[in-house]
């Protein structure tokens, strides 16, 4: 069978705009915790991030969601890589979660601002050593002249900071909140007449609505 014919009904669940939580970082954290505890999904913090340079030329990639605090999504990053520079030029950015087992997919669309650096040393911090040295050996999205001397700058920084010595986080490396100003939850139905609820920030307050699938 053509990967392209693939087709099937959804029919695991339904979503109505009055059994949502009216904040949507609340509702979200729900979901998010419900996709956590389904052993059919290996990474509920996967989330595609699209960012765009400032005359409108889109990227995207899937990155890892690290936090949701009050204010919005949290995820770390090189800041000199593609998507950081495109986020200094245009701070606008979406963000996509797709749960398919659970045919659940949440978009966000807001403004990213920079995490403070306490909060950046601490998440660094926690990370894997390993982790930590490759964020030193990679100046992420520049081009390299093969993988011999990625692994030979991985190899001198493990000399350099030996089990035990803390490894620095770089300058460039830090988080991004993106805080949202629209935020839509999708449930998969049958005959793609999928739920559509949204959330769109109206002065201090969010206000729901549904949308045609």
């Excluded at 970082?25 to 699209?50: C, G, K, Y």
């Excluded at 919005?72 to 520079?85: H, M, P, Q």
């Excluded at 988080?175 to 739920?195: A, T």
């Amino acid at each position: 069978m053509s990967p392209y014919d693939a087709r099937r009904e959804y029919e695991v669940g339904e979503l109505d705009e009055h059994d949502v939580d009216p904040d949507p970082l609340v509702q979200f954290r729900s979901w998010i915790a419900s996709a956590a505890a389904d052993p059919r999904i290996d990474e509920p913090n996967a989330m595609t991030l699209a960012t765009a340079t400032g005359d409108g030329r889109p990227s995207a990639r899937i990155v890892l969601l690290r936090d949701v605090d009050d204010r919005g999504f949290v995820f770390y990053t090189n800041r000199a890589s593609r998507k950081g520079l495109e986020l200094a030029s245009n701070p606008r950015a979406a963000l996509v979660f797709h749960w398919a087992p659970q045919e659940r997919q949440v978009r966000v669309e807001g403004t990213a601002e920079l995490v403070d650096d306490d909060a950046s040393d601490r998440y660094f911090a926690s990370r894997p050593r390993r982790s930590r040295l490759g964020a030193l050996a990679s100046a992420q999205s520049a081009v390299i002249a093969s993988r011999a001397e990625l692994e030979a700058r991985m190899t001198e920084l493990e000399i350099a900071y030996p089990e035990g010595v803390p490894v620095p986080r770089p300058a460039s490396w830090g988080g991004y909140r993106v805080v949202p100003d629209e935020l839509e939850l999708w449930q998969g139905r049958r005959s793609r007449l999928h739920d559509r609820v949204r959330y769109r920030r109206a002065g201090g307050s969010w206000a729901l609505e549904r949308l045609a699938p």
